[in-house]
């Protein structure tokens, strides 16, 4: 079987505030890697804004070309991540400064509560200018389990279809109907390029 389309992802390096706890969203990633799907992935943990830009930078280069999918596991808020150190806030905005028109036919998924609590003409507006083939995200405040589980099941559907427009409308669409309850509760969203 041919191997799976990469997963790129950044992770806040402090999920609760304490290093005694060792939250983190790897082993998702490593059960995606040793499965049949058999998904390669990146992962890297990011303390500061300097760490984000530096991994951001990395992932738009062509040798990461097989990564196609950037996967932001943080704290959010509405058009916002939160980074560990001092509860640094970085909008989405500042994010195009790095990645503006670098994201074709690529995915960029925010997994971090409510970032993609924006009205509908932002959203596209901000995929217009990542360039990208779809950003996802939630609009609600998410459980870690519960959202934890359900990137699982999205990463794994983004596995089935090519980065095309049909393809990730195909998965928008499947996610809907595999985990619609789900879907609903963590506030889902996807925008797929016109």
Known sequence: MKKGKGIFCLEISDWFGTMK????IEPVLELLHHSPLEVPY????????????FYLKKWTLAEYRSYPILFLAFHG???EIFLAQNNKVIRINELLKILKERCHRKI????????????????KKLLSSFGALAISG????????TSTVFEMLFLAELQKNAMT????????????EIAPRLSKKLGFK?????
Do not use: Q
Request: net charge positive; proline share 2%; charged share 30%.
């Open 21 to 24: 706890k060792k939250n983190t």
């Open 42 to 53: 990146i992962h890297r943990d990011v303390a500061t804004k300097e760490e984000l830009n």
């Open 77 to 79: 808020a509405p058009g």
């Open 108 to 123: 960029i998924h925010f997994g971090a509560c409510s970032v993609l609590d924006l009205k509908t003409n932002v959203l």
């Open 138 to 145: 939630y609009s609600a405040e998410v459980d870690w389990i």
């Open 165 to 176: 427009k049909a393809g990730a409308n195909a998965v928008k669409k499947r996610i809907r």
């Open 190 to 194: 996807m925008v797929v390029k016109n």
